[in-house]
């Protein structure tokens, strides 16, 4: 995609400042209003809250790694930036709306880019009802926690989870519980993308549980509601030999 006007920002790691700093020294620094691209440096967390905090941009995302694992990042360079955006290929994601009650009545809202996921607050194990499109599927879950996950984060906390990756093209979501314990041997699910997921939070008061839309956190919550936003695409780019498919695809098969 042709780009001329990046907006250039940073984690507040050194390392990524120093970069943002180089960049804006050799390539000029765009208005927010006026930017058609954002270049953005740092690790997946800070590429995750970038998404997240300028989403109503509408304008694409190009992540330059300058953090740890870096799986939604491209290599960082400082020479030859504009003909990279130039060459750059897009991917949509589509976001988890979270919807969630707490035992004092509030309601939360959020987004989620890689997961949804639930947690046990205290040392006991939580239990929680699943209801997918209206219907009880599991009665009660006796587990440390449980999530559903994008294709996108399908091989972050969902794989750490025993969960299944996800290829981006695939149309599901996975439903992956945390250290289950009952149901004996469930391992979770696929669900086609426009299945709403229910949680019931039982017990709630002796074992209370909390609900995290990526790293935004609402603590001891009744109840929630999972589905995916199709209305909103996040627009992000890639190198052509940085394929977010194929590096989801060949992450199935890396030891």
């Known amino acids: 995609m042709p780009a001329s006007r990046p907006l ?3 984690s507040d790691a050194q390392p990524a400042e120093r970069a943002c700093a180089e960049l804006i ?11 058609d691209v954002i270049v953005a440096l740092g690790g997946d967390g800070f590429m995750l809250d970038t998404l997240q905090r300028h989403m109503a941009l509408g304008i694409p995302i190009y992540g330059m790694n300058q953090g740890t694992v870096g799986f939604l990042m491209n290599r960082f360079a400082i020479d030859g930036m504009m003909e990279r955006l130039a ?19 509030a309601t939360t809202e959020a987004l989620a880019i890689n997961e949804v996921s639930l947690h046990r607050q ?13 219907r009880v599927r599991v009665d009660e879950v006796i587990c440390d926690g449980i999530l559903v996950a994008t294709p996108a984060g399908s091989s972050a906390y969902n794989y750490s989870a025993h969960g299944p990756i996800l290829p981006l093209k695939a149309g599901v979501l996975a439903l992956t519980p945390i250290s289950p314990f009952r149901p004996r041997r469930w391992r979770g699910a696929l669900l086609p993308r426009e299945a709403t997921v229910e949680f019931d939070i039982l017990d709630h008061r002796k074992r209370p549980v909390s609900i995290s839309a990526d790293a935004r956190e609402t603590r001891n919550i009744v109840h929630a509601s999972v589905r995916e936003a199709p209305e909103l695409g996040l627009r992000l780019l890639f190198d052509p030999e940085h394929d977010l498919e194929e590096r989801i695809l ?3 098969f890396c030891p």
Do not use: C, W
Not at 87 to 105: S, V
Not at 122 to 134: E, F, L, M
């Open 122 to 134: 205290t040392g006991q194990a939580s239990k929680i009802r699943i209801s997918i499109d209206g």
């Open 25 to 35: 020294e050799r390539y000029g620094q765009a208005v927010s209003g006026e930017a």
């Open 87 to 105: 060459a750059a290929r897009e991917t949509i994601l589509h976001p988890l709306r979270m919807i969630a009650e707490t035992a004092a009545g």
């Open 250 to 252: 060949n992450e199935q």
């Open 8 to 10: 250039f920002l940073a």
